[in-house]
């Protein structure tokens, strides 16, 4: 058994735990502080959602708050602290599922919160899905996401992986979405004309000879569909179909 006084990771990681979970109140002593940590994260995610993380500073985050840039360090120790809060507090928007519906359709409603986040909060894109912060909110929703695919009776193992491809399918197609709007928005290039100012090599170095299958499909409409915000859900849905066979086996 661990001494109760037991510290484990880093000082630094510690800190940043406690700034997740237990943040330190307001002082009661010296100047009355201007802003909360609350106001702070608010404040850089509305950065980031006008100028993206990679335009994110301490310094633009003060700016816009209207306070000396030295002065955000007594509520975070820097930009990356920051941004760990920022993501806790992005998860924090994501409803749960009424547990009395199938396990399926709460998986699906998980889903489709997780993409709505990443549409209202698009900077998300730019986190990483396998070094998510340990705050309340992400863990909140990881829970909930875990105990509806563990309605299946799938193996411990399984269970965890299927959460993670429903996540990490979510996170990449809204990748890709965002990135695309981002880059039009950037350029004033759409997808259309980045394809279009590119079709001398269909007449140059493209051949049915090279690209059979491609041609097959383009020959037949395959490539008519545009991409739209639910042509993610196809992908899901394929996934759940594996997901809900698995279970059947294991029930036999």
């Known amino acids: 058994m661990d001494e109760p006084d037991t510290e484990y990771g880093t000082p630094e990681g510690r800190a940043m735990i406690r700034l997740l979970w237990d943040p330190p109140p307001p002082p009661t002593r010296g100047p009355k502080q201007r802003l909360t940590l609350e106001q702070v994260v608010a404040g850089a995610m509305e950065v980031a959602g006008v100028h993206g993380v990679d335009e994110l500073s301490m310094r633009k985050v003060a700016q816009h708050l209207g306070v000396g840039a030295m002065s955000l360090y007594t509520y975070v120790p820097g930009k ?50 396998w070094r998510m912060p340990l705050g309340p909110h992400v863990l909140d929703a990881q829970e909930d996401l875990y105990r509806a695919v563990a309605l299946t009776g799938l193996p411990e193992a399984t269970i965890s992986r299927v959460a993670n491809l429903v996540e990490s399918h979510v996170f990449g197609a809204a990748r ?50 545009e991409y739209s915000d639910d042509t993610w859900e196809f992908g899901l849905g394929l996934l759940l179909d594996g997901v809900e066979r698995l279970a059947g086996q294991a029930g036999t």
């Open 176 to 225: 890709a979405a965002v990135t695309d709007t981002s880059v039009s928005a950037r350029t004033g290039v759409t997808q259309d004309d980045y394809y279009e100012s590119r079709s001398g090599f269909w007449g140059t170095y493209y051949t049915p000879e090279r690209f059979p299958t491609m041609t097959r499909i383009w020959e037949k409409g395959g490539f008519d569909e």
């Open 80 to 129: 990356d602290e920051l941004f760990e809060l920022m993501i806790d507090r992005a998860w924090a928007d994501r409803r749960l599922p009424d547990r009395a519906l199938p396990w399926r359709a709460q998986v699906e409603f998980h889903a489709h919160e997780a993409w709505r986040m990443y549409q209202e909060h698009p900077w998300l894109i730019r986190s990483n899905l």
